[in-house]
C-alpha cells in the first residue's frame, strides 16, 4: 500500500510515530464498529485529505493485509470506499468543491452531499443512516477541539454518534510532511498561499507567505507548506471587528489601574521544598522589586506545593485581581513540575503539544529530549504565546496574562527578565517607578504610633510601613510611593513631630 510504504521509508521518524497513531486510532474504530455504521466527514481541506490517505492506509492494514496475502486484494480495500459526509455551501470556494468531487471520484467514496446547516444536515442524515461513529480531521489549535479526545461523544443537543479525531495531535508541520512525503493531492487554494480554508467571505492568503515582486502587479504568494510557523496557520481568516474599543483594548487587557496609578501584579512560587524550610525563597524579593522598578505595584506573593490543584486555586484566583501574575518554579521533566498542568486547568484548558516549543527544547537538550511525545513540550491550549529573545534557550511562556518563568537563581531571573522587557511584544507597560525614604529612630513604637497612624490618613498615595531588624535596634519608617515631592513631605512631617534629631535618614530614591 502507497501510503504505509512511503512512510515507512521516509527518514521522519516524527512522522512515523504520528503515523502508526493515527492508523492505529482509526483500527481501533473499525474494529468497534460495524463499517456500514462509520462515516467519514470530507470538506476538502488538507486536514481531511490527510484524513482521507490515512483511512485507506488504517482500512488496508485493518481488512486488506489478510487478503493481500491470499491473493485476493481488491480496488476497494486499497481506496476503503467508506461512507463521505459533505456539507457543500454556496459561500465555499470552487475549488474546493471541484477537487472534493474529483477526489471522491478517483478513490471511490461513497459521497453524500448535504446542503444545509452542518448540526440539521447530520441529524436528518444519521435518522435515515444510522451512524455510531464519523471520522473528523479535527486537529488540536482548531477553535471547536478543546476538549475533545481521540474518541469523544458528541456534545449535548447533537445527534448521538462518536467523533474519532485520529489527527488530534498533529501539528501543521505533521499535515504538510505526510502530504509531501505521501506525494498525495491536494487543493489548488493551497499552492496560492492559503494556509487555512474557510469560506470565500472570510479566508485570503496568509500574508506571511507574500512575496514582494515590484516587476508584477499582483500580489504572489508561496505555497502553504512553506509557512514555517505552524501557529499563524489562521492567519488568513479575516477577523471581525469589535464594536467598540473598551479599556482592555486599550491597556492589553489590563484594567486594574490602581489608585497610585499602578498596575497590579502577584507572584506565585511553586516549591515544596520552600514549604518545608529545605530551600529558600529569593527570588520573589528581586521580581518585587523589578516590578516597582517599572511602576508596577505586587498584591501578594504566595508559595504553594508542587500540585496541579494548588497551583491551579492560586492562579485562577490572582488572574482575575491582577493584570498580570509571574510564577516561579515547577517547570521541567520532574513529576513534581506540574505548573503549567496548573496554569491549564485554570483556564479550563489541556495540554497540548506546541512544535515550536518542543523543536527549542530538541535543541537544547538533544537527545534527552526523549521520546516523540515531548511532555515537556505540552503547552496550555489556545492560550499560548512563546516569547523568544536571542538571548534565551527556550522562550518565555505567557499564558494570557500570566507569565511563567523558568528562572532557578537571581541571575537568571535578572537575564530573563531582561529579555522579557526587550521583546517587542512584552505586556509590562512602564509606568513612573517607585521610590522609598527611610527614617530611622530610637523611639519606641508606642512613642511613634498615633503621629504614624495620622500620616496614614494624610497622605493615603503613600504607603508608610515600620519594621524592626530587631526589639533593641532603631525602628525604621519606610515611605513609598510615585510622587517624590509628597514622600520628602510626608517624611519632614513625622520628623517634625518630635524634637530635633529624633529621626535619621537617606534621601528619597
Partial sequence: MEIDRAVGESSDRRLQTKYRNAVYVIQRAFALYEFEQVAFSFNGGKDSTVLLHLLRAGYYLHKGKSECFQGNLSDSMLNCPIRTIYFESPSAFPEINSFTYETATAYNLQLETIRSDFKSGLEALLKEKPTKAIFLGTRIGDPNAVGQEQFSPSSIGWPPFMRVNPILDWSYRDVWAFILICKVKYCSLYDQGYTSIGSIYDTVPNALLSIVDSSSTTEIFKPAYMLSDGRSERAGRTKKLPLKCDTACLNNGMTNVSQSGSFLASIIVVGDEILFGTAEDKLSAVLCKKLNAIGWQVTRMTVVQNDIDCVAAQVEQQKSTNDMVFLLGGLGPMHSDVSLAGVAKAFGVRLAPDEEFEEYLRLLIGK??????????????????????????????????????????????????????????????????FMSKHLGTMLSDVETAQTISKLCLEFPDIYIGCQRKSRVGPLVITFVGKDKTRIELAAEKLSNSFPAGAFSGADCG
Fill in 368 to 433: 534527552h529530549c526523549t521520546g516523540d511525545r515531548n511532555e515537556m513540550a505540552l503547552l496550555p491550549e489556545g492560550i499560548t504565546e512563546l516569547m523568544q529573545h536571542s538571548k534565551l534557550p527556550v522562550p518565555l511562556i505567557k499564558c494570557q496574562n500570566v507569565i511563567i518563568l523558568a528562572a532557578t537563581n537571581v541571575s537568571e531571573l535578572e537575564t530573563q527578565w531582561d529579555c522579557l522587557l526587550e521583546t517587542p511584544s512584552h505586556p509590562l507597560m512602564r509606568l513612573p517607578p
